[in-house]
């Protein structure tokens, strides 16, 4: 469907996103975003904890696929419903959802009752990301957006240098409940400085855009599903494995087509580049992540908090880069961050493949990576950000949930190819064979990142 990008609002001298007009609402989304990327976070640390304790050890790895898997849902409901009312109804409710997650988890007897729990937890939480994009686009002037995702980008920063250390103490001096049921405080009252935002928002229905389509939702409930199969058959490391997960993503592929705006697979020009960009980098980038502390003690010997200095130091300059891609504004253009952000991908994937083969100094793995983690600190917020100017009003929730959902995809099968990959490889080159599949992706992605700079006008 033909669109035209959005014109940059009038800022009538307002700059910053902590002004009075815009401080309830940046600091309410900030706690927001914050306690579901703990949440997250922390879940990790206590899972193995829980499992024990509910003897459901079986259900470990379906405990972290299943949310993964529904937040599909939520994000494609949340952007139909956003684009047809506007983000206040998703967001009362996907906030409702996810408490009720977390109530079930904190107190669920059964692992069974407590995936229950996860699948409410993952279908808040991916409708409360695309939601929130859509309140920033029509909360907040375009100038000012820059500012905003460099903000969410510390928002989850955070929680992953303290997240998983503050959720084991929690789970060792409290009880493992606490890291479920703790939160809910915390997320009503992020909420309530929210809602006089929301409550100035019309939720009159658009009339030009129909029902919203069921065959939408029925498609993301498949390429959830077909995700949580990818993540079976990663672990199993068979040529009939690799066959499955193969037909799985392919499938998944066809599910997720109408879900993406037009042209995304062709990567063509502007929106949909903007797209495949986003599914690309976290593939690449999350997809080597995962096997660099696995490296580090395999091949470095390290101690298991000393290999995740590497990932501190890459979370701390995302952070860094985010900060620095808000501070710099329109004077750096989005596809130009776009591209740094691959060329330090390139690197940090590089170093990671360097050291599987040539083991140098462990230094030499933390600073390649650290470069990684500034490059992702400046490619994602702009990836939001040109996403949302080359979007009409009517498209901002189809737009966001298409942003999340290649997140997702990206990272749920890039894992679980690099687990086939992984198992597969001749031995003592298991990690030279993921390092240089990311590697592979990431200048894939450098390659098309021109073409997210669109023209004057952009077919979605």
């Known amino acids: 469907m033909p669109s035209s990008p959005t014109p940059p609002a009038k800022t009538s001298g307002i700059e910053s996103i902590y002004d009075a007009k815009y401080l309830a609402t940046t600091v309410g989304m900030f706690v927001l975003v914050f306690l579901v990327a703990f949440e997250s976070m922390a879940v990790t640390t206590v899972m193995p904890l829980v499992s024990e304790l509910l003897d459901g050890q079986r259900y470990f790895a379906l405990a972290f696929a299943a949310p993964m898997a529904s937040a599909m849902l939520g994000m494609v409901a949340a952007g139909e419903i956003s684009d047809r009312r506007g983000p206040k109804i998703p967001l009362y409710a996907s906030v409702s959802v996810f408490v009720i997650g977390l ?145 799985a993503l392919l499938l998944a592929l066809v599910a997720i087509r109408p879900l993406l705006p037009r042209g995304t697979f062709t990567v063509r020009r502007g929106l949909p580049a903007t797209i495949m960009t986003r599914t690309l980098v976290a593939g690449a980038f999350f997809g080597a992540e995962i096997y660099l502390p696995y490296m580090l003690r ?125 198992a597969m490889a001749a031995i003592g080159f298991g990690f030279v064979a993921v390092f240089a599949f990311s590697l592979l992706l990431i200048l894939v992605e450098l390659i098309i990142a021109p073409r997210t700079k669109a023209n004057a006008a952009v077919s979605v």
């Not at 409290?174 to 929301?198: C, D, E, M, Q």
């Open 103 to 247: 109530l079930i988890c904190g107190t669920a007897n059964t692992m069974q009752v407590l995936i229950l729990g996860r699948i409410l937890q993952g279908i808040g939480g991916g409708a409360i990301t695309v939601a929130i994009y859509v309140l920033i686009a029509r909360a907040y002037p375009a100038i000012l957006h820059t500012k905003i995702f460099a903000l969410f980008a510390t928002a989850w920063v955070i929680p992953a240098l303290v997240g998983p250390w503050i959720a084991g103490l929690i789970a060792t001096y409290i009880h493992w409940r606490a890291v479920f049921l703790g939160v809910l405080v915390f997320i009503a009252l992020a909420f309530i400085a929210i809602v006089p935002t929301l409550h100035r928002m019309s939720t009159e229905r658009d009339p030009s855009l129909g029902p919203v389509s069921t065959k939408r939702l029925l498609l993301a409930a498949l390429t959830g599903a077909l995700v949580i199969v990818m993540n079976l058959l990663g672990n199993a490391g068979t040529g009939w494995s690799l066959a499955g997960l193969l037909a």
């Open 298 to 422: 395999e091949d470095y010997f390290l101690a298991p908090d000393r290999a995740g200095l590497v990932l501190t130091a890459s979370a701390l300059m995302w952070s860094l880069g985010s900060w620095l891609q808000g501070r710099v504004g329109d004077r750096l253009s989005n596809a130009a961050c776009i591209s740094i952000g691959g060329v330090a991908g390139v690197i940090a994937i590089s170093t990671a493949l360097c050291a599987a083969l040539f083991h140098p100094p462990v230094a030499v793995l933390v600073a390649g990576w650290a470069v990684g983690g500034f490059g992702m600190g400046m490619i994602f917020p702009r990836q939001n950000v040109n996403m949302f100017a080359l979007s009409s009003k009517a498209e901002q929730g189809f737009n966001s949930s298409a942003m999340t959902l290649a997140d997702s995809l990206g990272n749920a099968s890039v894992t679980a190819l690099g687990g086939v990959i992984f």
